[in-house]
């Protein structure tokens, strides 16, 4: 019979690799030598060092001119939040070539050049702020008169939009819709404009592309715009987006996939790699879990079996709000 202390204390095999330790803070004086912990920190901290390590080798590849296309997919709560600014940094600085986003991503850029968000509260009696015409984004406040003006910049926009598929005798594709919306910006904002990706997308010619277009505030506004005037000839063209998009991935050498949240930017971006068999590089920050199948809580190992990340590749998955953890990402790979 083994005795109760041979149980307990068992001998051990021998295990290599790196100490588990954190920052002693007599000894680091900034945040970047903080952050140089993050990978020995362990548990998510681990994951966002190997994030920054896997963006600073991409970095590192494009500074030599070597090409990995960078594709930046991101849901609508991103731009709702301040990472927006950091997005629109990140197009300025041409560290991304390629974005996928939802409608909101498109929408409340635009709506942000007008007037801003303001930070609210979670605890709120949303009955009451529906009364005040008050809409709620987490702990983000919209009053409505956001998208009232929004309205009134869409609907000569979208006259413009049509006159110019009159004259072409074809739609333009949601790509070249948004772009357009640059366009626009660039003509009818002033300085608030600089802070905005749609902005800095048409300025650096980032395409961007929205699948969904019509779900959100721009679909509104669309319904008003063809039902007041009986319109069916303004259309907007999705199916050669998805050739446009799916040949940026097989075009490209190598390939970087960064992704903030699920849903559709995720599944657009990862699948349009499958057609090159799987993206080079991925780092996805999320707080949807696996155990439902969802798309948006699949792990970079899932893409892996689709052939949408190659078994070969560089890839890690964050699981936490990317308020948090993208703002140290992008300050440690770019800066750091």
């Known amino acids: 019979m083994t005795e109760p202390k041979d149980i307990v204390l068992k001998e051990s095999e021998e295990v290599g690799g790196v100490p588990v330790e954190g920052p002693w803070p007599d000894e680091v004086s900034s945040l970047e030598e903080v952050l140089d912990y993050y ?98 984004i987490g702990n983000i406040f919209v009053p409505n008169d956001r998208y009232i003006e929004f309205e009134k910049y869409m609907i000569p926009f979208f006259e413009r939009v049509l006159e110019m598929e009159r004259e072409s005798g074809k739609p333009l594709t949601s790509s070249e819709f948004i772009r357009e919306m640059g366009r626009f910006m660039d003509e009818k904002l002033g300085k608030e404009k600089e802070r905005s990706v749609i902005y800095w997308a048409y300025k650096r010619d980032v395409p961007i592309f929205c699948p969904a277009i019509t779900d959100g505030s721009i679909g509104d506004m669309l319904y008003f715009f063809k039902e007041e005037r009986g319109d069916r000839e303004l259309i907007i063209d999705i199916a050669n987006d998805i050739v446009k998009l799916n040949n940026l991935a097989v075009t490209a050498k190598e390939t970087a996939s960064i992704i903030l949240g699920g849903s559709l930017p995720k599944h657009a971006i990862i699948n349009a790699n499958l057609f090159r068999g799987g993206t080079d590089y991925a780092i996805y920050v999320t707080t949807a879990v696996p155990w439902d199948g969802s798309l948006s809580g699949a792990p970079p190992s899932e893409g892996v079996s689709w052939g949408k990340i190659k078994a070969r590749g560089d890839y890690v998955e964050i699981w936490a709000d990317a308020t948090l953890v993208f703002p140290l990402l992008v300050w440690k790979a770019m800066k750091g």
């Open 39 to 136: 990978e020995r920190i362990g548990f998510q901290a681990t994951h966002l060092g190997r994030a920054i390590g896997i963006w600073r080798k991409v970095e590192e590849k494009r500074a030599k001119g070597e090409e990995v296309r960078v594709f930046l997919g991101y849901t609508s709560n991103v731009i709702s939040s301040g990472l927006r600014e950091l997005v629109a940094w990140l197009v300025k600085e041409g560290k991304v070539d390629v974005i996928v986003t939802t409608a909101g991503g498109i929408e409340e850029d635009f709506i942000k050049a007008l007037k801003p968000f303001v930070l609210g509260d979670w605890n709120v009696n949303d009955a009451q702020m529906r009364e005040k015409g008050i809409n709620r």
